[in-house]
């Protein structure tokens, strides 16, 4: 557990912080494993090594690319778990595509 984030939205109407003396926020699905607790939220590094996550990023990958025309990457920045962030993981290798078929470039 670390601290969670504050929000970067500078406007304090619109970057409202939630209750970081709560004893235990949601949202709340089958477990209560991915709370924050006490302002604190939770993260998996200790549990994932970076070739865990190299190969999930090619399994995912391929299946991608063998099955959907485009892909689409939604935690492009990550606060609490910086390796899941698309630029870090692209720079480590883990998500560059090298197929024959595909561009080895970095697309916006």
């Given amino acids: 557990m ?3 984030p504050k929000s970067y939205i500078p406007d304090p109407e619109l ?12 949202p709340f699905g089958s477990n209560d494993l991915s709370t924050i607790r006490y302002g604190k939220c939770p ?5 994932y090594s970076d070739d865990d996550v190299n190969t ?6 391929s299946i991608m690319d063998q099955y959907v025309a485009g ?5 492009f920045r990550n606060e609490l778990e910086s390796r899941w962030s698309y630029v870090q ?7 560059k595509r090298g197929g024959p078929r595909e561009s080895t470039e970095f697309l916006q």
């Fill in 2 to 4: 670390v601290d969670c």
């Fill in 15 to 26: 970057g409202v912080d939630f209750d970081r003396t709560a004893a235990i926020l949601g």
């Fill in 43 to 47: 993260i998996d590094s200790a549990f």
């Fill in 56 to 61: 999930l990023g090619k399994c995912a990958t």
């Fill in 71 to 75: 892909q689409f990457m939604w935690t």
């Fill in 89 to 95: 993981a692209y720079d480590a290798g883990w998500i």
